[in-house]
């Protein structure tokens, strides 16, 4: 094992290696935002995510999936009351794939993906509100409350209310520089 004769050399040997680690970190993170990889695998999980799941609402099980979510929620309780289980459900479903046509179109008119990320917005907010008030989300384990698997599937759209924030942000960043281009 080589060692060095004073601290001086070690305390230069170890600002180096910072230095480069610092630098091989920084280009990464360089490498990962040019290529805009944060915002490609957002947006398309997020298309999936509401082609799959609206296509999924328009169907038996979906709907009858969903209905103890939303006869439980302040917010939308009404929407089946109003629509009917199936039909409720259908509308549901045809707002997550209107959204997702959105960001899609987004690509290539960012305004539309700004819309399509507005919806998901709203959409997202009232579904993350039901980890409060849907029976069961939370259970309690030795006096302790936890969420349960309902509210950990709940829970995932908060972080999708925050996906959904941050494609309104990246789709209005474009829209803007393509309006100053003009």
């Known amino acids: 094992m080589k060692t060095l004769s004073n601290p001086t050399q070690e305390h230069v040997s170890s ?20 290529r805009n990889i944060p915002f490609l695998i957002t947006s398309t999980g997020m298309i999936v995510m509401l082609l799959w799941a609206g296509s999924y609402k328009m169907t ?17 309780s009404w929407h089946f009351k109003v629509f009917g289980t199936y039909m409720g459900s259908d509308l549901i479903g045809l707002t997550e794939i209107i959204a997702a046509l959105f960001l899609i179109a987004g690509y290539f008119k960012p305004r ?27 259970i309690p384990v030795n006096g302790i409350g936890y969420m349960s698997f309902l509210g950990l599937f709940l829970f995932k759209d908060i972080i999708s209310l925050g996906t959904a924030f941050g494609l309104i942000s990246y789709y209005g960043k474009k829209a803007t520089q393509s309006s100053s281009k003009r």
Not at 118 to 137: D, E, N
């Open 112 to 138: 539309a993906g700004i819309i399509g990320g507005l919806i998901a917005t709203l959409m997202f907010f009232v579904t993350s509100t039901m980890v409060i008030t849907t029976p069961g989300a939370v």
């Open 60 to 76: 038996v099980p979906g709907a009858d999936g969903i209905v103890p979510l939303v006869s439980n929620s302040p917010l939308i």
């Open 15 to 34: 600002a180096s290696l910072t230095k480069t680690t610092k630098s091989s970190l920084i280009k990464l993170a360089e490498w990962i935002s040019n």
